[in-house]
């Protein structure tokens, strides 16, 4: 059984972005999240590109960690970027990572998981319910 929700971002949607915001935006391996936060990632580049001043600041990678922690490297600094930035990470805790829809609760994809679901990424997921119980019937959790 594949992971039906694999980590990654849309590569079209990743050269509209460089297109739009150049340097800000790091390669496509460097964002590191299920489709549920796409938008979340695609609002804070458009966020981050209507600062006035955010020349030398850059987004390195964006990778979520366990259950609607998301991780957003940067470097530089610009007025506004981490109030931005923090932003995202606020939206993540609350956003399904499978569809976008306002989450609900944590299902638990450690070690202990592995054996019914063996290509399983570890690391627990924050879901809708709806999400949550598709989930789980496709992998046995
Ligand atoms: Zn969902």
């Not at 850059?58 to 960690?65: Q, V």
């Not at 690391?123 to 959790?141: P, Q, S, V």
Request: glycine content about 10%; aromatic content about 4%.
């Amino acid at each position: 059984m594949t992971d039906r929700h694999p980590k990654g971002f849309d590569p079209i949607q990743h050269g509209l972005l460089q297109k739009l915001y150049g340097d800000l935006v790091p390669p496509l391996e460097s964002i590191r999240v299920r489709a549920g936060l796409h938008a979340v990632v695609d609002n804070l580049f458009a966020q981050l590109g209507r600062l006035p001043s955010r020349r030398g600041f850059r987004i390195r990678r964006i990778e979520t960690r366990n259950a609607g922690f998301l991780v957003i490297e940067t470097s530089g600094v610009a007025a506004g970027a981490e109030d931005t930035v923090g932003e995202a990470k606020e939206a993540a805790r609350s956003t399904c990572e499978h569809c976008g829809k306002s989450a609900r609760l944590v299902v638990k994809v450690g070690l202990e998981s592995l054996p019914t679901a063996p290509d399983l990424e570890l690391g627990d997921r924050l879901l809708c319910l709806d999400c949550a119980n598709d989930f789980r019937k496709e992998t046995g959790l």
